[in-house]
């Protein structure tokens, strides 16, 4: 024990490197061990079930398509005044999905009329309006969405 004391920093960080090799030898032996008895255990080859995991991977990264909802009627009536002619919304959004993109619409209008356009997880918008109803719709059914009138103004 004394020689070991009594070692230099190198001989002691050599030690110290062949101590951790030996235990990454090991390591790697185990790991080799649990990927032959899980495939043993699935019936697949190693190969055939790396190649799942991927798939599941690149499935997880793929962005959902849009499934744009009915434009829906907001009454933002008691949150401005009734000769207001443009407001300011705050919006917020989120899904579970992570795949699905956060995207919205708001207009003036259920037909023909001023639209904007928000996206990401929150913002804000600002819309011209004729009287105190806006109308949204989202990318997809599953995002839970609100609006919040933040500010407004008399005059175009």
């Not at 956060?102 to 904007?116: D, Q």
């Not at 996206?119 to 004729?130: K, P, V």
């Not at 989202?138 to 407004?152: C, E, F, T």
Request: charged fraction near 15%.
């Amino acid at each position: 024990m004394e020689e070991l004391m009594a070692a230099s920093i190198g001989d002691r960080l050599n030690l110290l490197g062949f101590f951790f090799t030996i235990v990454g030898i090991f390591a790697s032996l185990a790991g080799v061990i649990l990927m032959f008895v899980g495939s043993g255990i699935t019936g697949d080859s190693v190969w055939s079930s790396i190649r799942k995991i991927q798939n599941v991977a690149e499935q997880a990264s793929v962005v959902a398509p849009d499934k744009w909802t009915d434009l829906v009627a907001f009454d933002i009536s008691h949150m401005v005044p009734p000769n207001a002619t443009e407001v300011k919304l705050a919006y917020g959004m989120q899904v579970a999905d992570t795949r699905i993109p956060l995207k919205m619409t708001v207009s003036s209008s259920p037909t023909v009329g001023v639209v904007v356009h928000g996206s990401g997880g929150q913002g804000q918008l600002s819309l011209i309006i004729d009287k105190p109803t806006v109308y949204v719709s989202v990318a997809h059914p599953d995002i839970k969405w609100d609006l919040v009138v933040s500010g407004y103004r008399f005059d175009r």
